[in-house]
């Protein structure tokens, strides 16, 4: 990874004088923690293996601090942030500290939920802007005239579509979104995310680990996850209550079944950890209709329906959609 020293990161009193001028007041209901050191963000951004031939999609910037680290490394930004007053002024805080960088960045306004492959085929280079993206160029011409230099040649053209996600994820939806930009998001091949570390232990968690649960097996769906390095509080403002740590996730590299067996296999997974003290064949029986089809489906499969679905492979769990 080579980065670029012209783009100048965020510290503590950078963080505190951007959110005092953008009157932002971080909010639990957002999930807003801002990350202010700076030798975090660069290991973040090494962690990720981030280089210029990337395409990196950021969930929730924030006051940018992950962003010119990405930016730094010469990679291409999109940026996809809830809060409008954030994503509003995310241009101009890159165009001031990043120079010739900001052309690279992307901002859509927007609930990354409901972000859809067509929502970044909408930003492409040339087409329309569709409601809630943000003009990184424009905004940051006009806002930074003496800050950056840039002209429409070039404007970061996303038809390239993100192959790498890199996020602090706000902790109460940091799963749902994981999986659902992996299955909207096919391009997608490599994630690390800073999420609660009860949340990273759940997402890495393996077959018979007491935390091995719906989101395990879910991503298991789609790759590899494993929980790389714990992060310390004092590194966000304001500082949290809980402990964090990073996730990286690597997808499967063989393309991966259609969505109608995925969902199948999803409906198998959540029925099966929906009363995890019950074995199989009782957890299994509304999914299925009765406890006595879930047997057969079971056996059918090569499953044990006396087992937990806390002792299943995500092959298993296939195995078993399959034989229904």
């Known amino acids: 990874m080579v980065t670029q020293p012209d783009v100048a990161l965020l510290g503590p009193a950078e963080v505190r004088a951007l959110a005092t001028e953008f009157a932002v007041r971080p909010t639990k209901k957002l999930g807003q923690n801002f990350v202010h050191d ?41 940026a996809v942030e809830v809060d409008p007053v954030l994503a509003d002024r ?22 990354a939920l409901r972000l859809r492959a067509a929502d970044l085929a909408g930003a ?21 005239q003496d800050a950056v230099s840039c002209t429409q040649d070039a404007v970061f053209d996303v038809r390239d579509a993100p192959n790498l996600l890199v996020a602090n994820l706000p902790y109460n939806i940091a799963v749902p979104v994981v999986l659902h ?28 680990s007491r935390v091995y649960g719906v989101p395990s097996a879910k991503l298991a769906w789609y790759g590899t996850a494993r929980k790389v390095a714990p992060v310390p509080r004092a590194v966000f403002w304001p500082v949290p209550n ?44 509304s999914w299925a209709g009765s406890a006595q ?13 006396a087992i937990r679905g806390e002792q299943l492979t995500i092959t298993d769990f296939t195995r078993i959609a399959a034989a229904a």
Do not use: C, Y
């Open 124 to 144: 492409s280079g040339g087409s329309a802007a569709p409601d809630g993206v943000v003009s990184h160029v424009q905004d940051v011409v006009s806002r930074t």
């Open 181 to 208: 930009l992996l299955g909207e998001l096919p391009s997608l091949r490599r994630v690390l995310v800073m999420v609660q570390t009860e949340v990273a232990d759940r997402m890495a968690a393996g077959p018979g």
């Open 242 to 285: 809980v402990d964090s740590a990073l996730v990286s996730f690597e997808r499967h590299a063989e393309v991966p079944p259609g969505q109608a067996e995925r969902d199948r296999v999803f409906a198998v997974i959540d029925a099966a950890f929906a009363q995890r003290r019950k074995t199989l064949r009782g957890a299994l029986a």
């Open 293 to 305: 089809r879930a047997e057969r489906i079971l056996r059918a499969a090569g499953v044990d329906p």
């Open 38 to 78: 700076a030798n975090t963000v660069r290991r973040i951004v090494q962690l990720a293996g981030v280089d210029a031939d990337d395409v990196v999609l950021e969930v929730g910037p924030g006051l940018g601090s992950l962003t010119l680290g990405l930016l730094a490394t010469g990679a291409s930004v999109v």
């Open 90 to 111: 995310l241009p101009a805080t890159v165009g001031a500290r990043a120079g010739a960088a900001a052309s690279r960045l992307t901002v859509l306004a927007a609930d």
